[in-house]
């Protein structure tokens, strides 16, 4: 709970001084490894190329010079090749390594995929190519309908209701009377 305690305790100013420091000091290791590679690059050139010095030579000596330069460059060209080809083998090795881990896991990554709108001429015209002559317009060819507005129902009034409904009960009272 301390240690929480202290990193709210930080304010920007703090923070930011923090992250420029580390920013610096990161800084400042890359241009030691830097300097490094650059030392271990000399020393390697140094051991396997010696420095040449052509002034004092005579024709011959300087052909066996060429020639020994020339065996030097093919030599570093065919381990250039071999390199390469090792690299290569092992990105083929790796992906068909990822992909059966895939397959045997059962995850498969889903290509994301992207929406493409196309017309019913376009899509006929990609999927049959130059045979495609006439033009697909689904809209034009439908039928028109015709909606016809229902009648709206006369609000009667409620006397008229009640009307009706004493005249349908005199009905039945006087059919009643009789049957007494």
């Known amino acids: 709970m301390g240690e929480e305690g202290k990193q709210k305790l930080l304010t920007r100013e703090r923070k930011q001084q923090i992250l420029t420091k580390m920013m610096k000091k990161a800084v400042a290791e890359a241009r030691v490894e830097l300097e490094a590679k650059a030392e271990a690059k000399r020393q390697y050139l140094a051991d396997k190329v010696p420095p040449i010095s052509p002034g004092g030579m005579g024709s011959d000596e300087l052909e066996e010079l060429c020639r020994r330069l020339h065996a030097q460059i093919t030599k570093a ?104």
């Not at 015209?125 to 689904?138: E, W």
């Open 77 to 180: 060209e065919e381990e250039k090749y071999d390199v390469e080809q090792k690299v290569e083998i092992n990105d083929k090795e790796l992906a068909d390594l990822t992909q059966r881990m895939y397959s045997l896991t059962g995850k498969f990554k889903k290509p994301q995929l992207k929406r493409v709108r196309l017309s019913a001429d376009k899509m006929l015209k990609a999927l049959l190519g130059s045979k495609h002559k006439c033009s697909m317009d689904f809209r034009g060819n439908l039928k028109a309908v015709k909606k016809e507005p229902k009648p709206i129902a006369k609000a009667e009034d409620w006397r008229e209701n009640i009307e009706k409904a004493d005249s349908r009960k005199s009905k039945f009272e006087g059919e009643e009377a009789p049957a007494e």
